[in-house]
């Protein structure tokens, strides 16, 4: 009998955090200055999740991940081109926007569709990884809501870390306030786990698991399936970004307790 | 973050810097996804852990540190080590690899000329063995130089290429060659024991290499010519690696001046050998083998200057825009705030320049890397379609070429005709025929390898100092962002190794005059007028008209003769041929960037998210490519005209004084033919004298074709300062990152 995981990554694109960010009016609703042109890189929540399932899949045989990305096509092939270099996967695609106006409710109808569509996934040994948020669509529900939509019930929704027990049960350790953890025991899977940051440094780039992870990836983005999730027939009566200030500083040479000296000055001014 | 306002601009805007989906196009890669890859993986390592090295300050030393040798495992562990490699050996990349490696020196060298250098370095030492190598030293040397293979036990191994000798031996001239290899034991029916005595100068990775292709002559009766030959640290003598270079550049690469005192078999002589009348005789002279090394690998030097220059655009603009930012009187919001020394002409026009210079070098660059890696699986059967079509081998084989030639410009001329308009059934028969198609590629790469090498690396030392001077006093501190002062000394290394710029120039001067390559050069002019009617402010009309003056001037050149009746186009009259190189490097430079920018406009169009910005990198392109026409214009143009003119004798009052008119000669010519004085230069006065100067005025009597097309490329200046005003217009607008994407 197979004994290992079926995780499948829910995860998309969103720009490089050195880009300069600036919301503007668009023919099809708010959007994002140059926001096909910015470079993308993948939701860092998303990408430890990513992280953790491929360590996960590597360390318990006969395991398996899929990443399911739902964003503009041709973006998300320029993802690829480093992502899958990081870690062993198959793409699931979805075409459709991932900026910032898109509908949660949407999204996850779209992506638990997709999963569903998956060809041999089996679903008791599913892992619902993703985000617990997202650097562009704070929702921080879809996880949520992909996991009901999939009748999977044991969701932890702020994971840092997930070990296999003995048994082959699941100790899950959630962020709470305070620097605390919260730690629950899960049966085994089906289970959706939305990371937080994990423990996982991002690997670095290999070609060869690329060219392995090519074969499927590129027929996967031919074959996307277009996703309506932007919210089509609403209408945007205002939009306002949160009063925030952005100061980038470059520096050398300083150390971590200066730095963080510098950031709570910065934030009690 | 401002609040929402509509988009109200009309005109195409540059939007931002060019991302990877504008280069892939640009550079014929966009339908490459195991190149893309190579990009990502590479930047990552350049961006990364190179980038920390040097701003922490390890390109203060000379040696070779435990932490440069860190980098060694970054590029192994990234697959930079196993680019150059064939999938059976561990590689990723399937086919010619010209392109591959060009870009991933690209990438290295957008942070560190050194580190491109050091990664380089390695596939330079199995260079020889992979250009003529014999198959057995082929995969023993693949194999020991890939990584190590799951399941086996090993470390890579490492590979040097000596070549340059301490003075008075090879240098720029490589055919004086000090190093020598003798028979040393001779056992009947054994293979043979040589002795290399070499001493290497200036030689890179030479720290940890642990085999060196070294270049060396016959010291001894049994052995005919020179060869290359594979050294190893474990052959019997001295292999002292020597002490650190004082390199002032490139420091994150391993330079020594080694010295080898070894005994190897006969087997290493790279390409193998034959025994004749008891004396061995290398397949491959250690000439014949650089020449098929360095053609491609020079390129690659090439593009690392073109990096160094696009790098530099993002923190120039960044440090223009935020100059006078956070003083007393700042207002953010204010021209002053937001424009700071953009608000400058100069300050934006040379930053244009620079720009322009970036992209013309890349742009000629992978031109050239593609052109390899076209051509590569013709060279690499060269020998075999030579014998199909019975060209003799050897010395004879370069005048049995020459008669060849006609068919190769005969498909040169009918491949740029319309497909209606030409012989179809003949065209598809010289398509065919592999000596052509070999004939045709071969005599452009022969034009376009020292092409770049020269005009990237010599023009693009120049235009980095400008980059350099457009960042003030901080241009010239560590603390430059984007190390830029770094990357200027850095090209000047560029310029030099693996042959300076006078090599390049003295092979131009050759290749430059091939039929087959200028039948290409001329229908270019017609595709280039074509190309201005279809867009008019890329500057191609200029260009034409540059190109055309150059032809002219060649054949020109090649026929005339100087004041004192002495040839002028000669190999050792390099005060005649290297400029006319200099100048064709202009002109190659901006044709192939005009291409890129055709590229562009009708392939970016296919891709969906380029589609809002591509009218933006269009107009900006183009006005790029005009830039970059009228200044290899103005280049060819006093370059052309000083040499057609220089080298005749200036006419003088003695001998050329009846070409004068008088004062009063003129009054009754000007009353036969009205208006006729407007045209007379040189008068005498009442009592005789001559005009002060130096002589009476130069007459063009002959050189009509010269001045028409002189003035007319003049002409076609027009428009170009308004594209460069285009340009620096969009350097204010341009977004750029809130910071660089690697560290200071
Ligand atoms: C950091 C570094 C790394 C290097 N790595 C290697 C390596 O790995 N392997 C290797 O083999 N070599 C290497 N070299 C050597 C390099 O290729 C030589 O320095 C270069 O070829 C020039 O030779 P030279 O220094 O002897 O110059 P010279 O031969 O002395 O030439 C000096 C100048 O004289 C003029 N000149 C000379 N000859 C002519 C001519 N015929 N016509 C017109 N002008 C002429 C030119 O202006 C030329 O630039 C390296 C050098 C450096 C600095």
Redesign the interface.
């Known amino acids: 009998m197979a004994t290992g995981f079926h995780i499948v990554v829910c995860g998309s694109l969103v720009p ?1 955090p ?9 023919p099809s609703g ?1 959007g994002l ?2 926001e ?4 993308s890189v993948l939701d860092p929540w998303a990408a430890h999740a990513l992280y953790e399932a491929a360590h996960l899949a590597g360390s318990t045989s006969d395991s398996k991940v899929w990443l399911v990305s739902l964003g ?4 998300l092939q ?1 993802l690829m ?2 992502i ?2 990081k870690v062993p996967f198959e793409l699931v695609a979805l075409d459709g926007p991932a900026g910032g106006f898109t509908d949660a409710y949407e999204v996850a109808a779209a992506l638990a569709g997709a999963i569903e569509k998956i060809d041999g996934l089996d679903r008791s040994r599913l892992l619902l990884f993703g985000g617990r948020s997202s650097a562009s669509r704070d929702a921080g529900v879809t996880m949520q809501m992909v996991g009901e939509r999939l009748g999977i019930t044991d969701q932890f929704l702020a994971v840092d870390k997930l070990t296999v027990q003995d048994d082959g049960s699941l100790r899950v350790l959630e962020r709470i306030e305070g620097g605390m953890y919260l730690a629950s025991g899960c049966e085994g899977p089906p289970a959706v786990c939305a990371w937080s940051t994990g423990e996982l440094p991002e690997p ?5 698991v ?2 392995q992870n ?1 074969r499927t990836i ?1 027929p996967a983005l031919q074959q996307a399936q277009p996703a309506a999730v932007g919210a089509e027939g609403l209408d945007f009566q205002k ?3 949160p009063q ?1 200030r ?1 100061d ?1 500083k ?1 520096v ?1 040479d300083v150390p971590a307790e200066e730095i963080a000296r510098e950031i709570v000055e910065w934030l009690r001014s | 973050m401002s609040a929402v306002k509509p988009e109200t601009a009309k005109t195409p805007q540059l939007a931002t810097l060019p991302g990877d989906d504008v280069r892939q196009i640009m550079w014929r890669f966009a339908d490459r996804y195991d190149l893309q890859m190579l990009v990502q993986s590479v930047r990552a390592v350049a961006r990364g852990p190179v980038a920390r090295l040097v701003a922490e300050g390890a390109r203060n030393t000379h040696e070779w540190t435990e932490e440069k040798n860190s980098l060694l495992e970054a590029y192994d562990s990234a697959g930079i080590t196993s680019v150059f490699l064939e999938p059976e050996y561990g590689g990723f990349i399937a086919g010619p690899k010209n392109l591959a490696l060009a870009l991933a020196a690209f990438e290295l060298a957008w942070v560190d000329g050194g580190a491109a250098t050091g990664a380089m370095a390695g596939h330079l030492g199995l260079s020889p063995i992979h250009e003529k190598g014999t198959p057995e030293q082929k995969d023993e040397y693949m194999r020991r130089f890939s990584p190590p293979q799951p399941g086996e036990d090993r470390t890579i191994e490492r590979s040097a290429f000596a070549l340059t000798e301490p003075i008075p031996y090879v240098g720029v001239d490589t055919g004086v060659l000090g190093g020598k290899v003798s028979v040393k034991e001779w056992k009947e029916g054994e293979e043979p024991i040589l002795h290399v005595e070499k001493r290497g100068r200036f030689i890179t990775n030479m720290a940890f290499a642990n085999f060196v292709s070294a270049a060396v002559d016959s010291g001894d009766e049994r052995i005919k010519g020179s060869c290359m030959i594979i050294l190893e640290e474990n052959d019997p003598g001295i292999y002292d690696r020597g002490t650190a270079t004082k390199k002032l550049v490139h420091q994150l690469s391993a330079t020594s001046d080694p010295v080898f005192s070894l005994d190897v078999p006969a087997s290493r002589i790279i390409g193998g050998y034959t025994v004749k009348d008891g004396v061995i005789i290398p397949n491959y002279s250690h000439g014949e083998i650089i020449d098929s090394v360095f053609r491609r690998t020079r390129v690659t030097v090439g593009l690392m200057t073109a990096a160094k220059l696009l790098s530099a655009v993002e923190p120039v603009v960044r440090y223009h825009r935020g100059r006078f930012r956070g003083g007393e009187s700042d207002q953010p919001g204010s021209p002053r705030h937001q424009l700071g020394l953009q608000q400058k002409q100069d300050a934006l026009h040379r930053l244009v320049d620079i720009w322009a210079t970036g992209e013309a070098s890349a742009s000629l660059g992978f031109a050239a890397a593609r052109l390899f890696d076209e051509l590569d699986p013709l060279d690499h059967r060269r020998e075999e379609i030579f014998e199909a079509h019975d060209i003799p081998a050897g010395r004879k084989a370069i005048r049995a070429l020459a008669s060849r030639s006609e068919p190769a410009i005969e498909y040169v001329r009918l491949a740029a005709k319309p497909e209606d308009e030409r012989d179809q059934a003949r065209f598809q028969e010289l398509e065919a025929n592999e000596l052509v198609q070999y004939l045709t590629k071969n005599a452009l790469a022969d034009v376009l390898c020292p092409a770049c090498k020269l005009w990237n690396t010599g023009h693009g030392a120049n235009m980095m100092r400008e980059a350099v001077s457009l960042m003030g006093g901080y241009g010239i501190t560590e603390d430059c962002p984007g190390f830029l002062p770094q990357k200027w000394m850095d090209a000047q290394l560029e310029a030099t190794y693996e042959g300076p710029e006078a090599v390049q120039r003295r092979q131009l001067s050759v290749t430059m005059t091939n039929e087959v390559f200028l039948a290409q050069f001329e229908e270019w002019i017609t595709e280039m007028r074509h190309v201005a009617g279809l867009r008019p402010g890329s500057g191609a009309c200029t260009l034409a008209s540059a190109m055309d003056l150059w032809l002219w001037t060649l054949r020109h050149l090649l026929e005339a003769k100087d004041a004192h009746g002495v040839p002028l186009y000669k190999g050792h009259r390099q005060g005649v041929t290297f400029p006319m190189a200099d100048a064709l490097c202009w002109l190659l430079a901006s044709r192939y960037q005009i291409m890129d920018l055709i590229e562009l406009e009708e392939k970016g169009a296919e891709n969906a998210s380029l589609a809002e910005a591509l009218p933006g990198y269009g107009a900006f392109y183009t006005d790029l490519c005009h830039v970059q026409a009228a200044a290899a214009g103005g280049e060819v143009a006093r370059i052309c005209s000083s040499l057609v003119f220089g080298y005749n004798r200036h006419p003088c009052w003695t001998t050329d004084g009846d070409r004068v008119y008088s004062d009063s000669e003129l009054t009754v010519l000007e009353n036969v033919m009205p208006g006729l004085c407007s045209c007379i230069v040189d008068v005498l006065d009442e009592d005789g004298s001559p005009p002060v100067k130096r002589g009476p005025c130069v007459r063009f009597d002959g050189y009509e074709p010269f001045t028409l097309r002189r003035g007319k490329l003049d002409g076609c200046l027009t428009g170009s300062r308004m594209a460069k005003d285009n340009a620096a217009l969009a350097l204010t607008q341009v977004t750029i990152p809130e910071a660089l994407d690697y560290p200071l």
């Open positions: 490089d050195l880009q300069t960010l600036e919301p503007v009016e668009t708010p200055k140059n096909m042109m910015l470079p503009p096509k041709a973006r320029q081109m480093n899958a270099q670095p780039n290999n070609p060869q690329g060219m090519m590129m939009v306002e970004v925030q952005r980038t470059i050398k």
